[in-house]
């Protein structure tokens, strides 16, 4: 059984929601957006450290959810925290909004390429968006040249500042 939930936000349409499938928790559109479209706004806190949950949004600042924050308050304010990572993805981090990469229908899975926005990965992972035959997601710091010429178009500022550092040998 799937098991869909989402809050509504004072003053706002509910642009996005979180969908339970198959044990997972995934952002899903609850209307279409077409390319260039923002998605929804990141809000949250800065933190110098990067977490599993935390999204780079500059060189040193990582955005994350409030302690304290219920779940409840997470589905409604903070549901960037439910964004799954693709190799292909159909969003993209511009500072804090996430903005469409390609029309996106009703009920699609939104989804971001974590090394667009993160240097190193704080739980590096094997990927699971099928598209990539499951290679490891570290982070931007570890790809070769190739592939961060692939991610240049999706890349956050505070990376394509520092395209050519520490390339792996």
């Not at 209307?31 to 949950?53: C, K, N, P, Q, Y």
Request: a neutral charge; one cysteine or more.
């Amino acid at each position: 059984m799937q098991t869909f939930s989402t809050m509504p936000i004072a003053d706002q349409r509910t642009l996005v929601g979180v969908l339970n499938a198959h044990r997972e928790l995934r952002l899903v559109a609850l209307e279409s957006f077409d390319t260039g479209d923002v998605v929804m706004e990141l809000s949250g806190i800065i933190s110098r450290t990067a977490t599993r949950h935390t999204v780079q949004v500059g060189w040193s600042e990582h955005l994350e959810v409030p302690e304290g924050t219920s779940f409840e308050q997470k589905l409604e304010r903070y549901g960037w925290q439910f964004l799954n990572h693709a190799c292909h993805p159909n969003t993209r981090v511009v500072g804090r909004k996430l903005i469409a990469l390609r029309p996106i229908k009703a009920f699609d899975e939104l989804s971001f390429d974590y090394e667009t926005t993160e240097w190193q990965m704080a739980e590096p992972f094997v990927c699971r968006c099928g598209a990539c035959g499951g290679r490891r997601v570290r982070g931007f710091r570890f790809l070769d040249r190739a592939e961060r010429t692939r991610r240049m178009p999706l890349l956050a500022a505070h990376l394509s500042q520092r395209f050519d550092e520490q390339l792996p040998e």
